[in-house]
């Protein structure tokens, strides 16, 4: 029973399923140079939907032919090639900036039309692509961006995210899903993946088979955030790393076929999760997987946030990887080539992205180590960052998100230099910011989220508003932000937040941090 049966027999799908049915998305790629040679003008407005296949948004305004363009890069590893590539993108064909997404992507805007059949061609030579970094499919696979030089990594997860990477990407079989699909593997111990908020996450276990110590993965399907946040919950089942894409073929096909597509709000697979339950869910999976062992012992043992500053050892004796602070996580394509020529002429030319919005130099040898340190662009990226610039996140805002009410990148900026001049604390606070509910700045699990709204004044004016949520983390079960009454003018955010901070400075004990971290 394919989806398309199930649902061409339904009269009430919804706008977008319609037109998925008229026309697969990747075929956006065959029109794409057709309308870059005609002109933007020539693009039927009904059309725009199917260029998010593409990793393209059109931009506001709408008339002037330009596009936000998200390139994947898969646990965040780079090569030298591509990370030039990248810059050099960034340089000739937009605003000459780069900004690191949660998903360890990368993200361009107002990139013209005309240009993007020749960014396509520079991307495909260094093996990467646009294609599916956003549109109802599978996005960028994240997880453990120190994976293969981790001494806290269970294995090595790079053949795994390529086998899944190679599996899903421009796959016809997975290419019309509900709706947005976030995949993550890890096998750090301290959950840099971020399991539970993707839609199907592997996570570090091991289970002693036939007397023998197995490593592998547990699985945890059905998390994400936006308006209606879940955490992802766990399949009683426990997968070796050669059986990887059989589960992960299994969920995504329960997702295609039975996920919702009436309305795009309940077209995640999170809904599915809940409305079925995890022991209706787990007997469809090993109905299509057949019997897979039970789960065995957990090895997460903690939550790093997705933060990685410093240099620190890799598990390579001899080597080293340097974790980059990128505040807010955007970066001047001229900074960004000179930290891939960096990582080049120090290491192996390797660079990486992290779902905190910041970089890694990996494979430093100790006889470099001091001397990659005292390059000047370390001033402007530090390794060792303040506490609050270092540890915020932003999502686009409405700079240049069609979806955004508010700033997010500049006045989350503005907020963490003012917070590190006048708030001294010996723990570092995790403050995100977003624009709007979809939360693409993952504020559910900061220690403080901001979001923005329109705040009516009494003249009726509508003005920039922020609401406050604290008390979000990964550790443990895993636990969203709740939010605090009130709603602050942009105002007097900082005012609130420095007021609120130095008020948990005073009542904490010494070491004590904002939430379990
Ligand atoms: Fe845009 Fe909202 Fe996502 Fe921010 S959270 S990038 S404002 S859609």
Redesign the pocket.
């Known amino acids: 029973m394919s989806y398309v049966k199930v649902w061409a027999d339904n009269d009430q799908l919804n706008k977008n399923e319609i037109n998925k049915l008229k026309k697969d998305g990747l075929s956006i790629f065959e029109d794409i140079p057709k309308y870059a040679k005609n002109g933007f003008e020539s693009i039927p407005k009904d059309q725009y939907m199917y260029f998010k296949y593409a990793g393209l948004t059109v931009q506001k305004p709408q008339d002037k032919g330009l596009f936000m363009m998200r390139v994947k890069i898969p646990t965040g590893i780079l090569n030298y090639e591509q990370a030039v590539a990248l810059a050099e993108i960034g340089a000739e064909y937009e605003k000459g900036t780069l900004d690191i997404t949660t998903r360890q992507s990368i993200q361009y805007h107002w990139v013209p039309l005309e240009h993007l059949p020749e960014i396509f061609d520079r991307l495909k030579k260094v093996d990467l692509t646009t294609s599916e970094a956003e549109g109802d499919a599978p996005r960028n696979v994240v997880g453990n961006p120190l994976a293969g030089i981790d001494p806290d990594e269970l294995f090595d997860t790079r053949p795994t995210v390529n086998e899944i990477y190679r599996f899903f990407q421009d796959n016809p079989d997975f290419s019309n899903l509900p709706r947005k699909y976030k995949i993550s593997i890890n096998a750090n111990i301290y959950n840099a993946g971020h399991a539970e908020i993707n839609d199907l996450a592997f996570t570090p276990a091991t289970k002693v088979i036939d007397g023998k110590k197995v490593l592998g993965f547990h699985v945890k399907v059905g998390g994400g955030l936006a308006a209606k946040p879940y955490l992802a919950e766990q399949l009683n089942v426990f997968v070796t790393p050669e059986h990887v894409t059989k589960v992960a073929e299994a969920v995504t096909t329960l997702y295609r076929d039975f996920g919702y597509r009436k309305s795009r709000a309940r077209a995640r697979l999170k809904y599915l999760v809940a409305d079925w339950g995890i022991e209706k869910f787990e007997e469809k999976v090993l109905e299509l997987t057949g019997p897979l062992p039970t789960a065995g012992k957990d090895e997460i043992v903690g939550w790093n946030g997705g933060f990685f500053f410093g240099a620190h050892p890799q598990k390579q004796v001899g080597l080293n990887y340097v974790g980059i602070s990128v505040p807010v996580g955007r970066i001047d394509s001229d900074d960004f080539l000179e930290i891939a020529e960096l990582a080049k002429h120090y290491g192996d030319g390797e660079l990486r992205t992290v779902n905190s919005q910041n970089l890694i130099i990996p494979n430093i040898p100790d006889h470099e180590l001091e001397r990659l340190l005292s390059e000047d662009i370390f001033k402007k990226f530090p390794i060792h960052p303040t506490p609050f610039t270092g540890y915020a996140m932003?999502?686009?805002?409405?700079e240049?998100?069609?979806?955004?009410?508010?700033n997010?990148k500049d006045k989350m900026k503005e907020i963490a230099a003012r917070l590190d001049k006048e708030v001294s604390l010996d723990v570092p606070v995790r403050i995100y910011m977003?624009?709007?509910?979809?939360?693409?700045?993952q504020?559910h699990i900061a220690d403080i989220g901001i979001q923005?709204l329109k705040l009516k004044t009494k003249d009726n004016e509508l003005v920039d508003a922020y609401e406050l949520f604290v008390g979000g983390s990964l550790a443990g079960e895993g636990h969203f932000n709740e939010r605090l009454k009130g709603r602050i003018a942009a105002s007097l955010i900082s005012d609130v937040l420095k007021d609120f901070l130095l008020y948990f400075k005073k009542e904490k004990e010494n070491g004590e941090t904002f939430f379990a971290f």
């Open positions: 932003a999502c686009t805002g409405n240049f998100c069609n979806l955004a009410l508010t997010t977003v624009g709007c509910t979809n939360s693409c700045g504020r923005g």
